[in-house]
């Protein structure tokens, strides 16, 4: 079973494929994705990187938690499982929200209860609401 591993601290000048260069001389990867900023597409400082078992994991955490790469120390350890929380917000520590829906969560249809018994229509259509209400009145009547 493949394991994610959170690889932080990196600097912000940092490719991926320099990322996948020295994680490989640890262990075989299945895939790595470094985490960049959408305005400057240079790296936020951390990535994550998905190994095929517990055993290439360990292996890559001995090796580089703690590795000085590029005047930094790295911080690699195994991701956190992701929440559903998480996962709605876009974000496995749960911190800044989903930009797409812009942080809402779609919840169920508006109840009114009790206020729409005091609810009034829109004195614009008012006019017009009262006609509908006529011509209702009147088919109900002759059915």
Known sequence: MSVRLYVGNLPKEVERTDLETLLKEGGELTSTKLITDHKTGKCRGFAFVTV??????????????????????????????????????????????????????????????????????????AGELSKLKDLLAAQTANS
């Open 52 to 125: 095929p078992d517990d055993a290439q994991a360990e292996s890559i955490i001995a090796k580089f938690n703690g590795y000085d790469f590029n005047d930094s120390k790295l911080k690699v350890e195994k991701a956190s499982p992701r929440s559903e929380e998480a996962e709605g917000n876009n974000n496995a520590k749960g911190g800044k929200s989903n930009r797409r829906s812009g942080g809402k969560k779609r919840r169920g249809p508006v109840t009114l209860g009790d206020a729409t018994a005091s609810a009034q229509p829109d004195p614009r259509w």
